[in-house]
């Protein structure tokens, strides 16, 4: 059973355009949200990260929106260059000593130019 | 850099094989990671480690067991390689307690033929 659900799991989009990336999950229990950015042959990098105490959280071009109620997460990528093509991961983990990360099944990104 | 090395970076190896990849740490992080990615499925838990000698076992740890004796380094061991167990391997950390993120080797790709 899939914790965390992603989509889409393609994506591609203009130079310029915004990248959406959508995550929901089930469990409430999960406090700790972050997205990884990996390139091919290297390991998942965090890129940004979210509690659900906060509805949004923005770092240069990404952004993190975030719906307690509704039990979803987005990246958006504003701008989106060649350089962000990658898979990105959604993630979620509840607190504590050797909490676990749960992982969406990733998303392609192409950015054309 | 998370001051993670993961070895073999690329290992080939036959059905019944026992097989151990290595992961190690440069930093004296208490918790470590074992995922394995395939397509479709995201990031899946192996096993980690809380603490020297400390190990539970995560979503998809069949066919698979791990040790830790020092600090630094972390052990997955196949100990008869299957098929289904080809995939990429990573190890990962976590830099203290609370609401902190996993921090990733870049991989092993193991091959079972």
């Known amino acids: 059973q899939q914790q965390v659900k992603q989509s889409p799991q393609s994506l591609i989009v203009q130079k310029g355009g915004i990248s959406i990336i959508n995550c929901a999950y089930e469990?409430?229990?999960?406090?700790?949200f972050p997205w990884y950015q990996q390139f091919p042959g290297k390991g998942p990098a965090l890129l940004i990260a979210?509690?659900?105490?906060?509805s949004e959280k923005k770092e240069g071009r990404f952004t993190i929106s975030f719906n307690k109620s509704a039990k979803q997460f987005s990246l958006h990528i504003m701008d989106s260059q060649p350089g962000d093509s990658a898979t990105y991961f959604c993630a979620a983990s509840i607190s504590g000593p050797g909490n676990q990360f749960y992982f969406g099944t990733g998303t392609s990104l192409t950015v054309i130019p | 850099d998370a001051g993670i090395t993961q070895s073999p970076r690329h290992k080939v190896t036959e059905t019944g094989t026992p097989v151990t990849l290595r992961c190690h740490q440069t930093e004296n992080h208490r918790y470590m990671y074992w995922y394995r990615q395939d397509p479709g499925h995201g990031l899946r838990l192996i096993h980690y480690s809380y603490g020297v000698k400390d190990t539970d076992k995560g979503e998809v740890s069949d066919g698979y067991s791990v040790s830790r004796s020092k600090t630094e380094d972390f052990l997955l061991t196949l100990e008869s390689a299957t098929s289904s167990q080809t995939s990429v391997y990573f190890c990962?950390?976590?830099?203290?307690?609370?609401?902190?993120?996993?921090?990733f080797g870049n991989g092993t790709r193991l091959t079972v033929t």
């Open positions: 979210i509690r659900p105490d906060v």
């Open positions: 990962a950390i976590r830099k203290g307690q609370g609401l902190t993120p996993l921090h």
């Open positions: 469990n409430t229990a999960f406090d700790y």
